[in-house]
């Protein structure tokens, strides 16, 4: 399994970015994908989630500034971030759970893309 993402970069504290993340290999199906955050000398934490449902969940310090959508054909996500601030600098992991070609369920991290978010 394969997590390409992108979008990633620096952009002034009030500014736009719009991360991508696609996964491909031996994947089923997509059950749900993520996006996960890690400040410097900060734990990892949840950003956002979509399931193959459409269902999203979203931290509390991102609702209304960051949106997570996804693209069914291509096992592809997108979150666009708005009104960024230097607390949204962090490396942005994509995560995915997915179900095998052989039935089992798994999941698997990106390496992560930077963002970092000047005052």
């Known amino acids: 399994v394969q997590l390409q993402a992108s979008g990633g970069g620096l952009v002034q504290a009030g500014g736009s970015l719009r991360l991508s993340c696609a996964a491909s290999?031996?994947?089923?199906?997509?059950?749900?994908m993520g996006w996960y955050r890690q400040a410097p000398g900060k734990e990892r934490e949840l950003v956002a989630r979509i399931t193959s449902g459409d269902r999203t969940n979203y931290a509390d310090t991102v609702k209304g500034r960051f949106t997570i959508s996804r693209a069914n054909a291509r096992n592809t996500i997108y979150m666009q971030m708005n009104s960024l601030t230097p607390e949204d600098t962090g490396v942005y992991y994509c995560q995915v759970d997915y179900t095998t070609t052989y039935g089992g369920s798994r999941n698997y991290w990106g390496k992560g893309t930077l963002v970092t978010v000047s005052s």
């Open positions: 290999g031996s994947i089923f199906a997509v059950n749900s």
